[in-house]
């Protein structure tokens, strides 16, 4: 799973959540857009498959720089090659266009970032049943 957060806290946090529901780790954590969308492309850095595969699942922060999430997923969903991923929103935006903007664009959940620890573990592990995630 690549998780796409610029905030270095919460992808810490996600990390123990993924732990202690006893899902599969986060494999990588890209903290900005244009590195996301360079890593899809296998551009830079990111050429080599081997080292860097196409994630089946991706967990995307909405509000990240340079290029931001809706525009990322927008991409991802017109792409031949990566529309297969699957796709969930975890942001601090409650926003309801963008929400809604994320569902038209075919998001596989939308969550909004909680504020307690407990809180983030349950989403978690909604994840992991909608995604069907294997244990560790």
């Known amino acids: 799973m690549l998780l796409i957060e610029d905030n270095r806290d919460d992808a810490l946090f996600l990390e123990r959540a993924f732990s202690k529901a006893g899902l599969v780790e986060i494999e990588r954590i890209i903290d900005d857009g244009q590195e996301a969308m360079d890593y899809f492309r296998g551009q830079g850095e990111f050429r080599d498959r081997s080292r860097y595969p196409l994630p089946t699942h991706v967990l ?18 017109k792409s031949e090659e990566l ?14 266009v963008d929400r809604e903007r994320a569902v038209r664009l075919g998001v596989d959940g939308y969550f909004i970032k909680p504020s307690r620890t407990g809180e983030l573990l349950e989403i978690v592990r909604q994840l992991g049943a909608l995604w069907r995630l294997p244990g560790k």
Do not use: F, M, N, T
């Open 83 to 96: 529309k297969g991923i699957s796709v969930a929103v975890l942001s601090s935006s409650g926003e309801r």
């Open 60 to 77: 995307l922060d909405l509000k990240v720089p340079k290029v931001d999430g809706l525009q990322i997923l927008e991409w991802i969903r």
